[in-house]
């Protein structure tokens, strides 16, 4: 291994990963926050949600991600009964505030930094793509997430991706620059095959923000369960220049 590729495979961050058994002999996780319907198999994942109507579960990180520059990989899945119909989805956060219950995916609306969404049902009805999709929001503390249209007014970027149900692990890997790029590669078409979701240039998180899952069912439902998170700080890359067909 090189220099350089010693210098990009990143220094992983234990305070910011979890895996089994999640947990220690109190109960208690020392990085993390468990809260809602939350339910830790040891031998299998963090369900934030049952396959019961009316649920909200969360797992935030107790400190904030101070690195300029850092990769999110989890394994993530989403199911429930064959032949049901199922929703609403979970959501990835990168945000100023943590543990708090609301309206989106079961987190709170108005937040400051980014919300991921693996949405699972179309509520507006009227999209030109399809469901499942992963969609992207960077929020101010003031802008509003649109439930009733899924978020298009206040999408940064997103993809169809069936994530749903899959035979194999899923996995995403949200990649961050400071002031470069915020990169999203999801593994749900084929076993161990990364597709590239979205990549936005000139994106500027907040400094000091809380990584956190969260996901809510309501009169539809779902199983919505984190598997492993594993975070790690990023050596710095040269200014990407945006394409031009971003312009």
Request: aromatic share 12%; proline share 4%.
């Amino acid at each position: 291994m090189t220099l350089a590729q010693v210098a990009n495979s990143g220094v992983i961050l234990r305070t910011h990963s979890i895996s089994m058994p999640y947990i220690d002999d109190e109960l208690q996780n020392r990085w993390f926050d468990f809260g809602g319907d939350t339910i830790i198999n040891t031998n299998r994942h963090i369900r934030l949600t049952n396959n019961k109507q009316s649920q909200v579960g969360h797992l935030w990180s107790r400190l904030p991600i101070t690195a300029h520059d850092f990769e999110v990989e989890f394994e993530f899945n989403v199911d429930g009964p064959t032949g049901h119909l199922y929703g609403d989805g979970f959501a990835m956060w990168l945000t100023k505030e943590r543990a708090s219950e609301g309206t989106v995916f079961g987190s709170k609306d108005r937040f400051d930094g980014l919300g991921v969404f693996f949405d699972t049902y179309d509520n507006e009805r009227a999209h030109r793509h399809t469901f499942p999709y992963i969609s992207a929001m960077l929020g101010d503390g003031m802008t509003s997430y649109d439930n009733d249209k899924d978020g298009r007014t206040t999408e940064l970027a997103g993809c169809e991706a069936e994530f749903r149900a899959r035979t194999f692990p899923t996995r995403a890997r949200l990649t961050y620059f400071k002031n470069n790029y915020l990169q999203l590669d999801v593994i749900w078409r084929n076993e161990d095959t990364w597709d590239q979701c979205f990549k936005v240039h000139d994106v500027k998180l907040p400094n000091q923000i809380y990584l956190g899952f969260s996901a809510h069912t309501g009169d539809l439902t779902d199983n919505h369960d984190i598997v492993s998170v594993t975070t790690k700080t990023l050596a710095p890359q040269p200014k990407q220049q945006k394409p031009v067909r971003e312009l």
